[in-house]
């Protein structure tokens, strides 16, 4: 079965580095985005891209977020300055079109100290 | 603002046992709503997909029923095994939009 992955499984940075997180979403599929899970919380809803462009941001996902899909199979997610708040499991994911379900990876856990 | 909530937080069953999982929507203008199951630091596995227009999906013990106009959603677990332990997760969708998730149920299945 097709599946989303994710790179690295896990990334310690120092505060205040760039880090920059990567995902290959399934190869037909059309809509990609990027969840996080602080521990102990909800998964919350960043970004949404589709057709090339952003097409929803939520307020967590500020100036210091910014996300790429570079060469047609790799979508990557990068914090420019990262705070220790920023700590959490990332998650990516991507769905075919509308009616379809989301297909997700199995994350990314930063730390930041 | 959509909200989802998830009751029980957590429960505890014995080996065999038949099981519901509730969740509740606070914004019946949902265009689907899907259940995942996360084992402890991994990953989202997609469990079932209800469209709004349908009332329930099945695979497998799982049985996933959808009441949009009381914004409520069931997930029924059958003859339930120690494998079945994990956190469970609603979350609901609006169309070309974001998922909200609920905060999940997690469950522990006791041989």
């Known amino acids: 079965e097709p599946e989303v992955t994710q790179t690295p499984s896990h990334q310690v940075t120092q505060m205040g580095q760039e880090v920059i997180l990567r995902c290959v979403p399934i190869?037909?599929?059309?809509?990609f985005y990027w969840y996080r899970q602080i521990l102990g919380q909800k998964v919350e809803f960043l970004v949404s891209?589709?057709?090339?462009?952003?097409?929803?941001k939520s307020e967590i996902f500020d100036d210091q977020f910014s996300v790429e899909r570079p060469d047609g199979s790799n979508f990557t997610l990068k914090i420019r300055s990262t705070k220790l708040e920023d700590s959490a499991m990332y998650f990516c994911?991507?769905?075919?079109?509308?009616?379809?379900?989301?297909?997700f990876g199995s994350g990314t856990r930063l730390t930041v100290v | 603002k959509q909200e989802v909530t998830q009751i029980p937080a957590a429960l505890s069953v014995p080996e065999g046992e038949n099981l519901v999982l509730n969740c509740s929507f606070t914004?019946?203008?949902?265009?689907?709503l899907q259940w995942f199951r996360q084992d402890p630091g991994k990953g989202l596995t997609s469990l079932l997909l209800?469209?709004?227009?349908?009332r329930e999906q099945t695979s497998g013990r799982l049985n996933a029923s959808l009441d949009k106009s009381s914004g409520r959603s069931t997930l029924y677990i059958a003859a339930s095994q120690p494998g079945d332990s994990a956190t469970y997760l609603c979350?609901?969708?609006?169309?070309?939009?974001?998922?909200?998730f609920g905060e999940g149920t997690q469950l522990t299945v006791n041989p």
């Open positions: 994911a991507s769905k075919f079109i509308e009616d379809y379900g989301y297909t």
């Open positions: 190869s037909n599929h059309l809509y």
């Open positions: 891209f589709y057709n090339n462009e952003i097409s929803e």
């Open positions: 914004d019946s203008a949902i265009y689907n």
């Open positions: 209800i469209q709004s227009s349908q």
């Open positions: 979350a609901v969708g609006r169309s070309g939009s974001r998922l909200t």
